[in-house]
């Protein structure tokens, strides 16, 4: 069973990096099947797309957020990761990893549970 | 950008009763059309995927329809469990991107 897992700090300070890292088990990272991804979601509201990366390292981000996100992947570790910069309290948010299908969904089939970020001095 | 619009933003039925769920695009999304299910607490479930697949698990009473800018999801016979919030979601092609819907809240009447 495919299962994703995010951790990360959960309080960052106004101004600084957020990162986080999500960890996979139960597929084959490398497959050329899937992309990677991170959504964000504040509390009470809808879903926000933040980026996606491909095994292969290529990335595609959301552009309102494109200046200050940065996605990589470690394949050796089953992990991919998320960097925010310049965070501020807009950021606060619950942060899931998920994975893309895309050869058949073009939907992301696989979540993390999420885990929240707040943003605050 | 694909500007996804769901409507109603709540939607209020009895157990047993049929859910009509709209997501309207600002232009066409070549039917990569995604529904998901969230409950409290919980992440998203995929339910529908490319307009009307139901995804792995997913009840037969789930259902997905449409074309073009507008998609419809529907319950028929609502059971307790139902009762959550719905999301659609769209990927465009170029560039790569996806994009949800605000969601629709089905609570119980």
């Known amino acids: 069973q495919v299962q994703l897992q995010e951790s990360g700090p959960g309080l960052v300070k106004p101004s600084q990096t957020l990162s986080l890292t999500c960890s996979v088990s139960?597929?084959?990272?490398?497959?050329?099947?899937?992309?990677w991804s991170w959504i964000r979601q504040p509390a009470g509201k809808g879903l926000e797309w933040i980026g996606r990366?491909?095994?292969?390292?290529?990335?595609n981000y959301n552009p309102s957020l494109e200046s200050r996100v940065t996605l990589s992947i470690d394949t050796s570790k089953n992990q991919f990761s998320l960097s925010l910069n310049s965070v501020t309290a807009a950021d606060t948010a619950v942060y899931y990893c998920?994975?893309?299908?895309?050869?058949?969904?073009?939907?992301?089939?696989?979540w993390g549970p999420g885990t929240l970020v707040t943003v605050s001095a | 950008e694909t500007v996804l619009t769901q409507s109603p933003a709540i939607l209020s039925l009895s157990p047993g009763e049929r859910a009509t769920l709209s997501c309207r695009a600002s232009?066409?999304?070549?039917?990569?059309l995604a529904w998901y299910q969230q409950k409290p607490g919980q992440a998203p479930r995929l339910l529908i995927y490319?307009?009307?697949n139901r995804a792995t698990g997913i009840p037969a009473r789930f259902s997905g329809s449409g074309s073009g800018t507008d998609f419809t999801l529907t319950i028929t016979s609502l059971a307790p469990e139902d009762f959550a919030v719905y999301y659609c979601?769209?990927?465009?092609?170029?560039?790569?991107?996806?994009?949800f819907g605000q969601g629709t809240k089905l609570e119980i009447k």
């Open positions: 998920a994975r893309v299908e895309e050869q058949v969904l073009s939907a992301f089939d696989f």
């Open positions: 139960g597929v084959s990272f490398s497959s050329d099947s899937y992309y």
């Open positions: 990366i491909y095994v292969g390292g290529g990335t």
């Open positions: 232009q066409s999304v070549d039917g990569y």
């Open positions: 490319d307009t009307s």
């Open positions: 979601q769209q990927r465009a092609n170029w560039p790569p991107s996806y994009s």
